[in-house]
């Protein structure tokens, strides 16, 4: 009988429980997503191995070594190998095989030495895949709680194709995935985009099939994720997208790898490093890769080195304590000529900001790159409760002709619904917006509820390239001084002020005058 989704999630949470004892619910995703992706290879090679077996009852007649070529030629797709071969203590490194020294000690260095061997033995496919494992020793999680959430993963059913969909599988990672972000907070946003928001940005950049799709923070891998299953909801093939990615946090750029192999996707790259400071796909001369679709949701105000000679900073160079703007910088450099389209998310703070963010914001606008400025309702996401807006940016010359020189402005603030914690976009709300990007002509909220308007860039250049919804769309203008937009005009207020004072103090130093005291 096929497995429920409600059934093998209820039994993976019920093992992620087990770790109650020992960590925060932050902390579980190290443990049990490498845990269960294990299992889910361990079941699938034994799965083939008994199909095998019970096709080929001549072994006898054969070596190990054609043995082992038919199998891994015609059954096989990756390799669990042996561990402490030649010896006493040889083992299969699957599940099953470690699952029966349970009770002996030193299972953490047990389990760590069976994962590394499937990194070894796949490098093409599994190289680094389980991350850093410091969650094997001893003194991080002690054997009897570790041997605790194995025992409990154990009662799920067999994850392989033969008994349950990569629908299933998936939906179960995605499950947990979004389970420890409700429970976990902060720490959660910074690998998890809600999936309606996600679903939004990939409804509006609409993947076509054997595209290649780039997410250059790509955290879990949702974005790249949601791709594909757009292409396969609309009854087209999802597997024929090229998807990439770049992670800075090689833990979760782990993550991200088994949870695209767990919705049977495997024609994806996923390279660890600060996309800013050392981008991993180029070209032969060196120059940034470009791709059809590029889609993030970036750090929000992250501190970071500024460029110093780098040929993405058009406009200039995005200030050291925001990289908001070098982030939108590297994916407009990162489009492909002729259909190159990007979406990301970002804080308000974008829209308005002076200073360099201005000098850039003015030269992306002049070049006409800027698309729409979809403005989202507050507290959509785990890491910030601020609200946040969509830009969409399209390579240059490539906006449709009724579209140039003009951006869309659309106001979807207060479409959203309340659960919990949080504010959810439902599907209604995510219909009504693709409707209302697609849409020719500016709207006073119908027929799909949103205001909408093309502003030409001639009114822009006018308000100084300031971007800020409300001067656009009459009926957000009452609602724009929400709290995100008040703390950035407070930190922008402070940051003068600061350096006002420092320059005032230069200058009575300068002057002889010592100790001067500002209160």
């Not at 059934?7 to 949470?13: F, G």
């Not at 429980?17 to 361990?42: C, G, H, I, T």
């Not at 099953?96 to 389990?111: D, K």
């Not at 996600?198 to 799709?213: A, T």
Request: aromatic content about 10%; charged content about 25%.
């Amino acid at each position: 009988m096929a497995v429920t989704q409600l059934e093998i999630e209820s039994r993976l949470w019920d093992a992620a429980d087990e770790l109650r004892v020992a960590m925060p619910e932050a902390q579980y995703s190290s443990v049990v997503f490498p845990l269960m992706f294990w299992k889910y290879l361990s079941d699938t090679w034994e799965h083939h191995h008994q199909e095998f077996l019970a096709e080929n009852e001549s072994l006898d007649n054969l070596s190990a070594e054609e043995a082992h070529e038919i199998e891994y030629r015609d059954y096989q797709s990756f390799e669990i190998p042996f561990i402490y071969p030649g010896t006493v203590q040889q083992r299969r490194a699957s599940w099953s095989s470690i699952l029966t020294t349970i009770a002996h000690p030193g299972l953490g260095q047990r389990v760590r030495t069976a994962l590394q061997a499937i990194e070894t033995a796949n490098p093409a496919k599994f190289s680094r895949l389980f991350g850093s494992m410091t969650w094997t020793a001893e003194e991080v999680l002690s054997g009897e709680v570790l041997a605790a959430v194995m025992l409990a993963m154990d009662r799920t059913p067999k994850m392989h194709e033969g008994n349950m969909s990569h629908d299933v599988l998936g939906g179960a990672y995605e499950y947990l995935l979004k389970r420890f972000s409700d429970g976990s907070g902060t720490r959660a946003g910074q690998f998890f985009t809600p999936r309606e928001v996600v679903e939004l940005i990939v409804e509006i950049l609409d993947p076509k099939g054997y595209e290649s799709v780039y997410d250059p923070t790509c955290g879990s891998g949702g974005m790249l994720i949601a791709s594909a299953n757009l292409l396969k909801a609309h009854s087209k093939r999802g597997y024929t997208l090229k998807l990439y990615g770049q992670e800075a946090v090689p833990d979760t750029a782990g993550v991200a790898r088994m949870n695209l192999f767990m919705h049977n996707l495997d024609k994806f790259q996923v390279e660890v490093g600060d996309t800013l400071k050392d981008p991993r796909f180029k070209k032969p001369d060196g120059s940034v890769a470009q791709f059809d679709v590029i889609l993030a949701n970036p750090p929000y105000g992250l501190k970071w080195k500024p460029w110093t000679n780098d040929p993405r900073a058009i406009g200039g160079v995005a200030p050291q304590p925001s990289a908001d703007w070098a982030f939108v910088q590297h994916m407009i450099a990162s489009m492909a000529p002729q259909k190159g389209r990007a979406g990301v998310v970002l804080p308000h703070g974008v829209l308005f900001r002076g200073g360099q963010e201005a000098a850039i914001r003015q030269r992306v606008l002049e070049d006409d790159l800027l698309e729409a400025v979809i403005g989202l309702p507050a507290n959509l996401f785990y890491s910030t409760a601020i609200p946040t807006a969509i830009l969409v940016f399209r390579a240059p010359g490539t906006k449709a002709l009724d579209r140039q020189g003009k951006v869309l402005f659309i106001d979807a603030s207060k479409r959203f619904a309340k659960v919990k914690k949080r504010n959810v976009l439902t599907i209604p709300d995510i219909a009504d917006t693709v409707a209302a990007y697609h849409s020719d002509a500016d709207t006073d909220g119908k027929p799909v509820g949103l205001a909408t308007r093309f502003v030409p860039l001639t009114e822009i250049a006018a308000n100084e390239y300031d971007l800020n919804i409300g001067r656009y769309i009459k009926q957000a203008t009452a609602e724009s001084e929400d709290l995100g937009t008040l703390i950035d005009i407070y930190n922008m207020a402070r940051a003068e002020r600061q350096k006002t004072e420092a320059r005032m103090l230069e200058v009575l130093a300068a002057a002889g005058i010592e100790g001067f005291d500002d209160e």
